[in-house]
């Protein structure tokens, strides 16, 4: 697992077109095999990408009926019906506007008693649905993937994290404040991310460039924790400003 892969680097016109082609991946995905599992992110990068696989949906041509989908990540402390949970997120973007069954659809579980024993449980629920087809990823200007902040090992599963400063200060215009921003989440690893069988990248627009300016540089290190992609054979990245 030392060889270094390049990325299939696909420079888009704008936002629309990125969420276009991202959805036209996953349409496809889902067209060949009905059953796959599916990981899927949050935030603002996959918004448009939300609502053309919603648009698409709508056609009729493919169905969830048989998907499973396995989010990036969750804040630890907050109810899925907070907000701005991640849980709540995909409800409005995704969950309830296609046929995926409520059984099928999984986050970490932010709220476990035992939030260890919540991260086992999750990768044993990856492992048993067959392991993530098709994972989609989001970038931190900070290169995070998932919450894996910058100096996370890249041996590492699904775990607890303390968010980066960084990583609050951009997520808390999702909050009534910074300090209301929660300080840890449970995020796959980054060993986790890297099982998948094929990863699709969103970054777009000027607060990433520098980001895909590090990508492109092709340097691997636990500093810059998207670099550990590199290591995939099969990453697609769609990039723009
Ligand atoms: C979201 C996630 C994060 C985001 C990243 C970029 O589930 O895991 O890694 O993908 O923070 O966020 P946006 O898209 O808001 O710039």
Known sequence: MNEVYEFDWVKVADFDEMSSFAAKLYERQLLRKPDSVLGLATGASPVGFYEKLVERHAQGTFSFAQTHTFNLDEYIGLQPSHPTSFHNY????????????????????????????????????????????????????????????????????????????????????????????????????????????????????????????RLKSGVISEDFPASCLHRHPHVTVFFGK
């Open 90 to 213: 995909m409800e409005e973007h995704l969950f309830t506007k296609v046929d995926l069954p409520v059984t099928s659809r999984h986050l970490p579980d932010g709220m476990a008693d035992d939030l260890n024993e919540a991260c086992l449980r999750y990768e044993t629920l990856m492992r048993i649905s067959g392991g993530i087809d098709m994972q989609l990823l989001g970038i931190g200007i900070n290169g995070h993937i998932g919450f894996n902040e910058p100096y996370t090992s890249f041996r590492t599963r699904t775990h607890i994290v303390d968010l980066a400063d960084s990583t609050r200060t951009v997520n808390a215009k999702y909050f009534p404040s910074k300090e209301a921003v929660p300080r840890q989440a449970i995020t796959m690893g980054i060993e986790t991310i890297l099982e998948a069988e094929q990863i699709i990248l969103l970054a777009f627009g000027e607060q990433k460039v520098e980001a895909v300016e």
